[in-house]
């Protein structure tokens, strides 16, 4: 995983940084606003993610890539590593994607029948059950934004996801290479 300093293409938040992001202070009373987004070439094929996370006067990017995997996979991976980052339980956060497919399956509570049927017929039911997992130790909300509109740190997440996916080195998405050698 990758975490940068600065967001190069918004040079404010240079000021905005402070490395002490795993103090338990860090996050705590203030509510974090997360922006994630996923990107895959080929879908099946590279991908990455890209996540902006902002609280205060704390500014944090995270991104990394995978050889093979799908743009779903990544916007969700993205949630999900963004809420691990959250240290302290009973964060309040506001989730920005650009993914209906994430912010739909919360929202519209589909994932309530996921469970129900056990993730039989379910995409990627190893990301929604690490989601789920770290979902419940924090008060989140989501919100959709329509992507590549102009919304400054969605913009920034796409920049951070594709340029992960173009990475050398790539991670392996073990789960989905595994089951899509099955079909």
């Not at 993610?49 to 990394?64: D, F, P, Q, T």
């Amino acid at each position: 995983m990758q975490t940068f300093l600065f967001a190069p293409l918004f040079p404010i938040f240079a000021t905005l940084w402070n490395d002490n992001l795993q103090s338990p202070s860090f996050f705590m009373s203030e509510e974090i606003i997360i922006y994630t987004d996923g990107a895959a070439k080929g879908n099946p094929g590279p991908g990455g993610y890209g996540i902006v996370l902002m609280a205060g006067k704390h500014y944090k990017e995270v991104s990394e890539g995978f050889r093979h995997t799908t743009n779903n996979r990544m916007e969700l991976l993205s949630v999900c590593i963004a809420l691990e980052m959250l240290k302290n339980p009973g964060s309040i956060a506001t989730v920005y994607s650009d993914s209906r497919y994430v912010v739909d399956s919360i929202e519209k509570k589909w994932i309530d029948g996921w469970v129900k049927r056990n993730w039989k017929n379910v995409k990627n039911p190893d990301l929604w059950q690490r989601f789920l997992k770290i979902y419940t130790q924090h008060k989140v909300k989501f919100k959709w934004v329509r992507g590549h509109n102009g919304n400054p740190m969605n913009e920034r997440c796409d920049v951070l996801a594709v340029a992960a996916s173009n990475r050398k080195n790539l991670q392996t998405d073990t789960w989905f290479e595994t089951h899509q050698a099955d079909k």
